[in-house]
């Protein structure tokens, strides 16, 4: 499926875009609070996009490209940590350097807000940003997301753990946020292991 918006686009990955993928995660500083990266080859991105139709077959993870207008990809966001009972997921969101701070990463989250809530039927979406990532504590928090606590040794990136800042977004939070009005459309069907309630409300 693909979730559409007035200037970005999430859609699968696919073997085409690894060149990209790796261009993008190949900067320290886009991959510095991450478990991944810098990428150092095309196998890495290669592997990672491998993966991901079994991932969304069996509701591990259901990550997106982020393309712009132009067909370029920007970014990568998706959710995991689905659970079906109590219907929430944790959003995850990286993007290329020249993209930082120009509003992608709040239509990116319109788009997945949409995704989530309206064609999914989830009522939480969780997010953690690593305790010195500043920057995504900010971005979190500026689109509403509340901060919830801190998260004890929760990562691991090889042999360093790290706390981690835990934020939540609840369905009628995203609905009386402006990214609830961005126009988004979407086409195609979510894979059925995402559905969480098949009688979500439709806007
Ligand atoms: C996290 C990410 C998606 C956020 O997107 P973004 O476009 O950079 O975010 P925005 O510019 O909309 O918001 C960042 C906010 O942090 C502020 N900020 C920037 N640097 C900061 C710092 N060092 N300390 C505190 N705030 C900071 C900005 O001023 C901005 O707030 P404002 O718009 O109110 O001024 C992007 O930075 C990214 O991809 N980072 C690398 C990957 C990553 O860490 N992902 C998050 C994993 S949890």
Not at 98 to 108: I, L
Request: hydrophobic fraction near 40%; charge should be positive.
């Amino acid at each position: 499926m693909e979730m559409i918006g007035p200037s970005l686009r999430l859609r699968y990955a696919t073997t085409a875009d690894v060149p990209a993928l790796l261009a993008l995660g190949s900067d320290p500083e886009v991959t510095r609070f991450f478990s991944w990266g810098p990428y150092a080859s095309s196998a890495e991105p290669a592997s990672y996009v491998s993966r991901l139709a079994g991932e969304r077959d069996r509701g591990e993870r259901l990550d997106f490209l982020i393309v712009g207008r132009d067909g370029a990809a920007i970014g990568v966001t998706g959710l995991s940590e689905l659970s079906h009972r109590d219907r929430r997921a944790v959003v995850g969101t990286w993007l290329g350097r020249a993209r930082w701070g120009t509003g992608a990463n709040a239509e990116t989250k319109a788009l997945i807000g949409r995704l989530a809530f309206d064609r999914l039927g989830l009522e939480r979406l969780g997010a953690y940003a690593d305790v010195e990532n500043d920057r995504s504590q900010a971005a979190l928090e500026r689109l509403g997301f509340v901060h919830e606590g801190i998260l004890r040794r929760w990562h691991r990136h090889g042999e360093r753990v790290r706390d981690v800042v835990v934020y939540s977004w609840l369905r009628e939070e995203w609905q009386r946020s402006p990214l609830a009005n961005v126009p988004v459309t979407a086409s195609g069907e979510p894979p059925p292991a995402f559905l969480c309630a098949t009688a979500a409300p439709r806007r």
